[in-house]
């Protein structure tokens, strides 16, 4: 069964750092995909970054790239100069399967990151 | 542009009355539809997913109904709440084939069960 791990409940940043945020993945599907999504506290979810595993390279937008190491099964997500609105929290999830007629994603349980000024 | 609508934003009902939690997508046509509940500091459960009207998928047993009778109305029901059920509840829409994987969530609605 696929799973997402995210060991890291809660992180504190200083303004303007750079912040890794962990995910970890299973699955035993060779065709999967890899997303970030930020929470405000206002709770809406919003989309942030997709790695495909047959991707080669690092998906990277604007300030958000993911750290893809798939022999480690890894898709951490790198933030670089952190803003106070980054102040969040951030789910890791996964997708299976290439042709799935529908997008079926599991969530990680989240890390909420603090950027302190 | 796609935009996506839940309402009511917020709710609160007693224990045993029925619910109804309506999303609709504008902007895109055929969308996969999703309905997720998420505990109060949880991640998101699926609980619902729809490829098309009339076409209803359910990943977790439990007192609640999914139903789409248009193509981009997506409606979450129960017939007699429980405490269990309060959470946030979100709605999603997501393109079909290959490589339209993002989904695009809704504003969300707070369901308190008292």
Redo the contacts between chains.
Sequence with gaps: AQKITQTQPGMFVQEKEAVTLDCTYDTSDPSY?L?W?KQPS??????LI?Q?SYDQQNATEGRYSLNFQKARKSANLVISASQLGDSAMY?C?M?EG??S??????????TRLSIRP | SQTIHQWPATLVQPVGSPLSLECTVEGTSNPNLYWYRQAAGRGLQLLFYSIGIDQISSEVPQNLSASRPQDRQFILSSKKLLLSDSGFYLCAWSGQGVGSYEQYFGPGTRLTVT
């Design positions: 995909g997303f999504y206002s709770g809406e979810m919003i989309f997709y495909g789910f999830a997708r290439r042709y007629s529908a997008s079926k994603i599991i969530f990680g349980s989240g």
